[in-house]
C-alpha cells in the first residue's frame, strides 16, 4: 500500500489525548472530581471571606466587657458620692471584677466544655445585662460589688470563649485574622469606650451609663442569637483535662509570654500619672492616653492584616517595639517628644498582642482551645493584679525611674522565649492548597 506523505508540521502536533492531558493537567477540579467553573471558583472565594457579621458581634461582647470593666474608672467621684462611700473604695469594684474573672474562668470553662457554644455565650452575656442592671438601680454599696463580681465571672466565661468560636468559624489558614476582628472591640473600648462613657456619666449621671450597658448587652444576645453559628461542646470522653491542656507543646511557653508581656504594660498602665508627673507632663496625661488608644488600633489592624502569615514575625516585632519604647523612656524620660514617640510605640507594640497571643494559643491547643484561652485569661489577670503590686511597690522604694530597667528585663525574657518557641507556639501557619477550604466543607 502506497504511504501518505505526513508533513513535518503534522508530525509535531500533538495528539488528541495529549491535549486533553496537557488540559487537565492544569485545570482546577474540586473534592468529587468535577473541574472548578467560573461559578464554583465565585463560590470558593465567597466562601474565603470572613464572616464578618458573627466575627463583629463578638467584637461587641469584647467591647461590653471591657468597658463594664473599666466604666468605674471615668465615674468614681458620681459613684462614690451616690453610694456613700470614698473613690478608693468604688475603686475596688475594677478590682472586684477582675477577680471575679480570674477565679471564674479556668473551672467554668472546664466544666462546661460539653455544653453547646452558642447558649453557653448567650448565658454568659445575660450575666452582664443583669450585674449592669443591678448596678445601675442599686443603692447599696454592698449590693454593688455583688454584682460587679458577678459581671467579672461573666467576662471570665466570655474572654474563655470567644478566640475558639472565632477560629471554629473560618478554615485554618483564617483563624489569625477572624480572632483579630473579634477583638477589636478591646481597643475600641479603652480607646473610644471609656472616655464616651465618661462623658455621658457626666451629662446624664453614671447609673444611665450601666443601663446603656445592660440595653446594649439585650440588643448583642438577639443579635448573636440571629447571627452566630452554634457548635457543639467537646464529647464526654474527649474533654480536655487541665493537666493535659497545660502539657500541651507551645502551651506553656505562650503563657509565660502573655505574664511577661501584661505584666510590664500594667506596670506603666496603671501609674502612667506619676512616671508623667516626674516629666512635668501630668496635665497631658489625657493627651498620652489619646497616643496610646490611637497608635494600639493602628498595631491591631496591622495585626490583623498579617497574622495569618507572619505571626512569629509580628510577634517578636511586638516585643523589640516595646522594648525599645521602656529603654527611651528611661534614657530620655523627661523630654516630651520621646515620651510621646516611646508611647506610641507602645501602643503599637500592644494594640494587636492579645491577637497574637490567643490565636497562638488556639493553634497550639486545637480543640482544647477554650480551657486553654481560659488559663490565658488566669495569666492576664494575673499579670494586671502583678502589674499594679509591683508597680507600687517600685514607686515607693525606687521611684518612677525603676519602671523602664524592670519592663526591659520582663521583655527580653519574653522575647527569649517567643525566639526559642519557633516549633511549638509561635510558629508561623503552614499556608493552605488552592481550594483547601471547599474540599475541607465538603
Known sequence: MARHPISLREHLRPSSLAQRVEQAEFRPVLADDRPATLTTQRGTAAQERLPLASLLALAMAAFITILTEALPAGLLPQMAHSLAVSEAWVGQTVTLYAVGSLLAAIPLTASTQGLRRRPLL?????????????????????????????????????????????????????????????????????????????????????????????????????WARIKLPDFAGQPAGRASSLRQVFTLPGVRPVLFVVLAFVLAHNVLYTYIAPFLSAAGMVERTDVVLLVFGVSSLLGIWIVGVLIDRRLRALTLASMALFGMAALALGVAGDAPKVVYVAVAAWGLAFGGSATLFQTALANVAGDAADVAQAMLVTAWNLAIAGGALVGGVLLERVGVHGFPPVLLGLLVAALGVVWAARRHGFSAPVPPPPFAHKTEQR
Open 122 to 222: 448567650l448565658a454568659a452575656l445575660a450575666g452582664f445585662v443583669v450585674a449592669n442592671t443591678v448596678t445601675t438601680f442599686s443603692a447599696s454599696y454592698v449590693l454593688t460589688m455583688a454584682a460587679r463580681f458577678v459581671a467579672g465571672v461573666s467576662a471570665g466565661l466570655v474572654w474563655a470563649l470567644l478566640a475558639g468560636y472565632a477560629a471554629r468559624m473560618v478554615p485554618a489558614h483564617q483563624k489569625g485574622r477572624a480572632i483579630a476582628v473579634a477583638m477589636v472591640g478591646t481597643p475600641l473600648a479603652l480607646s473610644l469606650g471609656v472616655p464616651a462613657g465618661t462623658y455621658i456619666g457626666n451629662l446624664v449621671g453614671w447609673r444611665m451609663c450601666f443601663g446603656i450597658m445592660s440595653a446594649l448587652a439585650l440588643v448583642l444576645m438577639v
